[in-house]
Nanobody
Framework: QVQLVESGGGLVQPGGSLRLSCAAS????????MGWYRQAPGKQRELVAT???????NYPDSVRGRFTISRDYAKNTVYLQMNSLKPEDTAVYYC?????????WGQGTQVTVSS
């Protein structure tokens, strides 16, 4: 079992930055895959970034070069640094943990990009 708690969302102007945090209830050494997803109103949930234990990261074209996923093993926390934010990045952002066949989700944090 893994509990995930996201934080760091908020309102930011276009071009601005935010850093999201996802705190896990257990050592992230034991979680092979962690990632961030987002869901905008009326749209399906979509992948934003993933990171695996080897350090390999993956991003869709829509955020590559602007978003960076990282992790802090000492704090059992995964981060999503978001730069050059655009209005179309507005969504609820969810943290996801994959352990074997089990998938765990956080409660989500709202990110709104607007002037």
């Amino acid at each position: 079992q893994v509990q995930l708690v996201e934080s760091g969302g908020g309102l930011v102007q276009p071009g601005g930055s935010l850093r999201l945090s996802c705190a896990a209830s257990r050592s992230i050494f034991s979680i092979p895959t962690m990632g961030w997803y987002r869901q905008a109103p009326g749209k399906q949930r979509e992948l934003v970034a993933t990171i695996v234990n080897s350090g390999y990261t993956n991003y869709p074209d829509s955020v590559r070069g602007r978003f960076t996923i990282s992790r802090d093993y000492a704090k059992n926390t995964v981060y999503l640094q978001m730069n050059s934010l655009k209005p179309e990045d507005t969504a609820v952002y969810y943290c996801r943990a994959g352990v074997s066949t089990q998938v765990y989700w956080g409660q989500g944090t709202q990110v709104t990009v607007s002037s």
